[in-house]
């Protein structure tokens, strides 16, 4: 404890210090020399590529993958053409840019995904250089050619090629250049001598950076920053100059009195710090550039300088590669993996020497606890006096994120968790979340493991860029761990790691697709929000359609199995089961894709066993392709819904002829339904429509198309019996319907004498009332009253109340001795005019119910 | 009504919330297509449209003219058209015509497609087909739900009942299932889930995936309990004529979207009157439910009252007369004007219900139900066909035939086939194949014509298949078993006692005491016996399909329910008729129940049997 601050150094007024993170695991002979090195930020993997300018095929390159401890993940020869550069993507994917412009992808572990080329102008002018870089929008690839153009790709994922406006007055190279994220896009910054200018999409323009020494010639090294918020550049004088990007002021220039360019030039600054600083290497040799009030000269000696020296030093044992992040930078030697970075303002306040910072007395109180020492009392009730002991608490807690070995995490916690005694209504979140970021950090730092991620990071990356990450490395076990300590909800968690770890399983070529099915289903079993259908995606891909089938049969949701049997041309499976998903829509989609896809017999026999796809395909048909619907029923022999299909086709036809062959194919086709009744309807309707052409023709009446009934009504009311009795005589109409017709059509005519005949004719088949009242229907009471007597007497009240004779509705009603009826007519007569009347009925409803 | 009221109903929950989510949603949705444009709308989703947002609101958002969609070219000068219609394949079909159209004249346009309320797959297919898929941009509306009044929601989708039991298409399924997860993410969850029939089960089904897809949300509920019943339980029930005022005046004026037009013989003047039918009409509220019987005295009764109240104003001093003038008279004015309209549509009822056929007619009716004398009514029906009475009505009296005799003799059923199809044409062979296919009109058949046939169908396709199959043929030839579940149900009160109607005993008041509705009984049951239990013979008649789930652990309440499980939401997937609607009024006003009656739309019989007919296509 007593030597935390023993890697201090000062700078400005703020402290560096520089911990290791790990022995590299690895075993390099020639250590990073002549090595092609990319190490992915937020403590990602290392690639290696030893000697890429070897080219014979007896000697290839050696590509290899490490964890940023050196614990080896791949390891090949790399036989594709000559690498310019790697570099790794946000979802830890390899991207090596060859010469020829074609950028190759690999996973993790060296497995091939996919390649993609970053256009024509490259391929023939060969990339000079290039620089992998990340952005809100995903991992970008920027190249310059040997024609000294730029090309570049904002993200590989949506592949979008930009080829950058030419750089006026450029001869040859530029001296240096890198890539900003400016206004949501990606652009060039580059120096040609002194002159520094801008490329984006349409423009180049050129740009001055203020108050840059007047010594420099040219700028030969510049660096962006981790948030591409500032920019520094290393000029042939010797000078660091330090600004923002968007180059309105200046906030630093060191001399550095080294005038050879560096190797590597990198920014090395808090997120919160007031202070800028670059980290700048050359090939032995590391220095560490801050703010500089005025130049003071200071010695290259190996160790720290004295206080407000605006640079100190650092000597390197080893070839060594900088890595930026966003709260230091990380040194990476053929032996040793270390973090160069500003301390926390909480870790200086508490370890700083003579602090009395209220976490520097609350640790020291503990530990004095610790030692059984009445001390602690004293140091506590100093800080309690001040009322710091919350701000002592929270500080501990704060710097117990910024350490990086366990012990001194704990003896800060520990501190943190004696001071809360002291307290109460401290909020315990802060300890507590603490407590268990620091246990996943512990457990991803872990040698095995082999992601140095700091707290700051860890919170920039989120828990769930960790778990991808683990999932990219195949941890699966750990990922699972952590998702479970930390609760994260099923679906975001667990399940999505076992998503993963079932879709690697569906590649290992060598299982059995039985085996792999069961595994699979016994472990994802009781997961939330697992989705089946993906993982038997995964699995078509890899060419396994049979173990994708079965993993399709754990699939719950019918509706997700459909699209991907689809693909594998399942389709009869895939009907089957968009059916029972009850979604129709996607009953439709996959029967519109066999109707592509089938020939036609095979596609109408698959429906057939199939009535909702079959029903719903004719609804299409009915109102799309009418032809193809009775193909539909031909094929089925469904004789039935043929005639129905040619009945409904007659109506939408307008000749006659083609309407009475179109009834003709129905009656047929009714026959051989065995539908006598349809048959024989359908050719009364044709013999129908024959006769009603001719009744047109010979006498002007327009029937055609008329129903049989309102045909004879038609002919009736134009006086034309004699065809109204044949048709009568013809369509075997019943009496009573013929009758009723005729009286309706002979009153509404008002033909009296012809009404007159028609009753007299014969017996009435429907009584005479209904003559009586059709005649009262048309106001005729004289005409009525003709028909009274003839009413049988069952209606002879009625009759005689519908022509509105009471003394003779009365007679009728006493004769019958019906009391309802003598009610009736009860209910009719007035008192003032009818009391004779009321009277007899009075008498003869005593009589009728007397008995 | 002299109601002993058991327990106070609770109160119903606010659904005007629908109205604003639907609103919003189109606002947005045309906004996506900025600058001024035409709007075309399809016919019936019209008064829909009217009572979520009215023209002023469509001109606010740059909507220039207001077309109806009708299969014909257009007339439209503006450069982009943004269509509002159903997900039908016609008029889609159409709008490529269009857009093909203006290709073939060099005149180019934006077109927007917005379906309401959920786009289909086919309706792309057109698109594509007719090579326009790139040309039209498409969007969802997602208006599922249009509250019709207080406690009535209307899914506005009459073609429901044609497409999925007759046409055998379950497009609609969906929809129903998102309109019920829509309801439960407002209102719900719902604990208990009742249900009959294969599309209830489906739409159960569709919506418990929605709900454990989607996020759950702890809220306390609105609406406890649901029950879900298909139309094709019970057809009996909407084919009988309506006799209570609601009812009634839908089947004489047809209530469109809740608003009725009253024609000049009702206004007594030479004008139309467009009135809302709803709670917020005074009147109306107090005498919809009412037996038509009652009407008059209600309405007298109501003109008295109103009268007192105009008289209050004699003998006031002038500071009285201030404030009658302006508290009470505008009310009292509002309270008159609909006084004399619902007189008016009351005495225009009467001029067409009162005169001897239709009491024969209901007299038929009636006998029919009963199963009494049902020679004299197969001569009534003939007569009534000979006659050309009404084209609707004798087929309305066929099927109730049919359905209450479990089907018709082969003789009878050949005669009155016949006999139809001279009166009204041959056109109907269609019809009476729709009928049959739908068993609303069937020929009495030998008991094991229907197992020879579903074991045919068996025999051809894998087992899994065959129960579908099995379903849906059971379907095809279903008897409908009216007989048996009436006596078992006791659905036909025993005649020959007097029935007041001006205090109903039971729910059969709404068919003048002669019928209580098999819908209304079978929820008054499964409601009483919190589940299936001892219904199972009943089941098993209705084609079984039954279900009964109580989610969680809210169980376990002895007796006494919570208010939110008296609040019972009825969703009916194909439509109820205003009876039922009323029926279930009078029985939660009996049981300290509150129903909001849920329907894929407002049917009556009139409407179920138009929707049989060929001839519109």
Redesign the interface.
Known sequence: MAFVTANWNPLGEAFYRKIELYEMGWNLRDGLRDCLVAAAPYGGPIALLKEPQRRSPSARPQLEIYSSSGVSMASFAWKSGPVKQLGWTVSDDLLCVQEDGTVLIYDLFGGFKRHFSMGNEVLQNHVMEAKVFHSPYGTGVAIITGAFRFTLATNIDDLKLRRLPEIPGLQGAPSCWAVLTQDRQSKVLLANGVDLFILDNTACTPVTPPGLSPQANSIVHMTVSFSYKYLALFTDSGHVWMGPTNLKDKLSEVETKVRTPPRQMVWCRRPKSQQPSVVIMWDRHLLVAGECKDTIQAGLSTVAVSVLDPMFGYHLDDESVLVPELDGVRIISGTHHELLQEVPAACEEIFKIASMAPGALLLEAHKEYEKESQKADEYLREIKEQSLLGEAVRQCVEAAGYEHEPETQKSLLRAASFGKCFLSNFPPEQFVSMCRDLRVLNAVREYTVGIPLTHSQYKQMTVQVLIDRLVYRKLYPLAIEICRYLKTPEYQGVSRVLKHWACCKVQQKEEADEVIARAVSVKLGEAAGISYSEIAAGAYECGRTELAIKLLEFEP?SGEQVPLLLKMKRSQLAL?KA?ES?????V??VV?YLKNEMNRGDFFMTLR????AL??Y???C???EQDTLKDLFNQDDDH?ELG?FY??AS?QEGKLEARLSLLQSAVDEYNKAKNE??AK??E??MR?LRFQRRVEEEKGERVL??????TMHCLLAAGLHKQAEQLYKD?R??D??YW??KL?ALAEKEDWDELEKFAKSKKSPIGYLPFVEVCVKHHNKYEAKKYVSKVNPEQKVKAHLAVGELEGAAEAAIERRSEPEISLVLSRCSPATDSAILDRLNRARATATKK | MAHSRRRDAPELPDFSLLKRLAKDQLIYLLEQLPGRKDLFIEADLMSPLDRIANVTTLKQHEVDKLYKVENKPIVSMCDQLCFLIRPR??TV?WVADIVNADKAAGKFRRYKIIFSPQK???CE??LE?QGVYGDVSTDEWAFYLLPLDDDIISLELPEFFR?NFL?????W??TAGSALHLLHSLYGPFSKAYGIGRSAK?TY??WR?LVEEGEQRARKPDIGTVFLIDRDVDFVTPLCSQVVYEGLMDDIFRIKCGSVEFGPDVTSSDKSVKVMLNSQDKVFNEIRNEHFSNVFSFLSQKARNLQTAYDKRRGMDIKQMKTFVSEELKGLKQEHRLLSLHIGASESVMKKKTKQDFQELLKTEHCLLEGFEIRECIAYI??HI???VSMIDSLRLLCLLSLTENGLLPKDY?SL???Y???????H??TF?NLRQLGLLVEQQPGETLTVMESKVGK??ND??AG??TD?FSSLAKKSNFRALSKRLSLVPKSGEDYDLRIPRDMAYIFSGAYVPLSCRLIEQVLERDGWTGLEEVTRMLNGNEFAVTAGNSGGESGLKTDTQRIILVMFLGGCSYSEISALRFLGKERGYKFIVVTTAILNSARMLEAML??H?
Do not use: C, H
Not at chain 1, 582 to 586: A, E, P, R, V, Y
Not at chain 1, 705 to 710: A, H, K, P, R
């Open positions: 949701r089957s059916i009850g979604d129709t829509d996607l439709y989609t519109t066993n199939q009535p909702v029903s719903l004719r609804q299409f009915k109102y799309q039935q129905n009945v409904r109506y009744f349809a309807a359908t009364e309707e129908l198309g008329y129903s049989l009934q309102d369509f109409v019943p009573k319907r009723w017709l309706s | 394949i016609q079909k289909f797959y086919a297919t057109i087909e497409d046409e055998g298409d379950q497009r399924m969906m489906m089904a569709l995936e003939e007569e000979n006659r050309q050949r086939k016949a006999q199809l001279q009166s009204y044409g041959i056109e062979l269609l194949a051809l396709v899994k298949t579908k199959l849906a060929d001839s296509m």
